[in-house]
Every structure is written in C-alpha cells, then in structure tokens.
C-alpha cells in the first residue's frame, strides 16, 4: 500500500484510438472495473476529442475525471481545426495532457509552444499534465537530466498555478513509450527526483513536495507496482494498456497495493 503524501494520479492516454461507440464501451468498462478503486487514486481518461462530450456524461457521476490530449493556447480565434482550453473545460475536462512527446515529433511542437498551451491551461483552470523525456540517443549521451531540466523550465516559466493539484508532471523517456521496454524503477526514479528538484527550484519546497510526477512508457500491470512503489513516483501515464478495461484496472490495483 503506498502510503506517500501525493496521492497516486493514474491516466490513461488512448492516442488516435477508437472510434465513438468503440470509446463510450470502453469507458464504460473502466467504470464498472475502477470506479470503486477512485476512491484510492485519482483517475483519469484521455480520449479523443470527438468522445469527450459523451464521455463526459458517462463520467458525470463517478469519481473518474476526464481529460484531452492536446489544445491550442488562444482562448478563441481563427484557427481552423484547433480547440482552446474552454472548450475542454466547457466539454466536461479537467486535465489536459501537454508536450507529449508524439506531438513534439509528429506535430513541431516545442519548449516555447508548448509553454503558451500551459500558461493558457493553466489560467482557464485546467490542470496540464505536462510531458517530458529523453530520446535514446539523449540519454547515451548523459544528456537526459539536461534535456527534462530545459523542457521543465521553459514548459513551465511564466506559469502560476495556485496549488500543486494544479499541475502534474509526466516522465515519460521517448525510449520507453509504446516500446516495450520500461525505465527501471532506480532510473525512472531517479529522473523523478531530479524533476522535484528543478520544481523547488522553480516555485518552492512546500510546492515540490505536492506536485504529482507520473511515470509513462510502457506501463503494464506487471511492472505498474514497482514503478509507483518509488518515493518520487506518484502516478502512471498510460498508453495502449488503457486500451483495455482491466489492464488498465490491473495497473490501478498495482499502483494502490503495490508489487
Ligand atoms: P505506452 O504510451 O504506454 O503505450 O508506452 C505511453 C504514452 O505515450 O503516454
């Protein structure tokens, strides 16, 4: 059982994956399987944009919150095919999943962009869980705490949110994601140390002590409970085992009981 002062945070980022009908059965497989586990953890889905509004109504009720996996940083405006903060929130989101490493390769995105998306989330009040991690070649290099260190900071400046429930952090190594191949528990752990450094640095102790830093690539019900039984790791971000109701509910369980 973990016993940390942060309460675990697990979410599940479904990417570009199922379509309307195939998500409202999903979600509603994570509710009869996590519901009564919400209680013990603070849960999280991430569905595309088009199942946020029915997915909304699915969740109304339970104890699991709902969040988007992207978002344009202007409040409105002529951006053709782009969604501001409000528009999440308005649809039901309280999350919003920042600087994924996919959209950092695939879509351009960088420190700075992703900054005005975080500023902008964070103002309209909904928390960013923003993402940061080494590429392999990166980390061969000795280069991973300098690449999280920047993507922090610059994700971060200028940001000014009013507790540390307003802001989560994921570790997620590029190496690691959709792979097969997990950080140990000793080497995400200590990333996520480094991170709750560079936190306290930024805003202060108290704050660093709060803000909750979720692991993410690869995670598994296998390997979840080692993984958030580390003193810095507070939660998991997860990709395609959210894809099935009871691996997902199998990492829940994993992170509340333990390995
Ligand atoms: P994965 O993805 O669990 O499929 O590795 C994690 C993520 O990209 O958030």
């Known amino acids: 059982m973990k016993t940390a002062a942060r309460r675990l945070i697990i979410a599940g980022n479904w990417k570009m994956h199922t379509d309307v009908v195939?998500?409202?059965?999903?979600?509603?497989?994570?509710?009869?399987?996590?519901?009564?586990?919400?209680?013990?953890?603070?849960?999280?889905?991430?569905?595309?944009?088009?199942?946020?509004?029915?997915?909304?109504?699915q969740l109304s009720g339970s104890s699991i919150s709902l969040g988007a996996q992207n978002m344009h940083p202007a409040p409105e405006g002529a951006f053709t095919g782009e969604v501001s903060a409000r528009m999440l929130l308005t649809s039901g989101c309280r999350y919003v999943i920042l600087g994924h490493s996919e959209r950092r390769t695939y879509f351009d995105e960088t420190n700075e962009s992703v900054n005005g998306k975080v500023r902008s989330a964070v103002s309209a009040g909904l928390t960013p869980i923003l993402c940061v991690g080494e590429t392999l070649e990166e980390r061969e290099a000795g280069r991973t705490e300098t690449v999280v260190d920047e993507q922090v900071r610059r994700g971060l400046a200028g940001t000014e949110p009013e507790t540390a429930d307003d802001l989560v952090l994921a570790y997620e190594p590029v190496w690691a994601i959709g792979t097969g191949r997990v950080a140990t528990p000793d080497q995400a752990d200590q990333v996520h140390g480094h991170l709750r450094a560079i936190v306290a640095d930024m805003f202060d102790d108290d704050f660093a002590g709060r803000v909750r830093i979720q692991y993410g690539g690869s995670v598994k019900p296998e390997n979840a409970g080692a993984l958030m039984a580390r003193p810095n790791i507070d939660g998991a971000l997860v990709g395609g085992a959210s894809l099935d109701a009871s691996s997902f509910e199998g990492i829940v369980r994993a992170g509340i009981e333990g390995p």
Not at 22 to 47: F, H, M, N, Q
């Open 22 to 57: 195939d998500g409202a059965s999903l979600v509603a497989g994570v509710i009869e399987r996590t519901e009564s586990l919400a209680l013990a953890a603070d849960l999280v889905l991430c569905p595309p944009f088009t199942h946020l509004t029915v997915a909304a109504t």
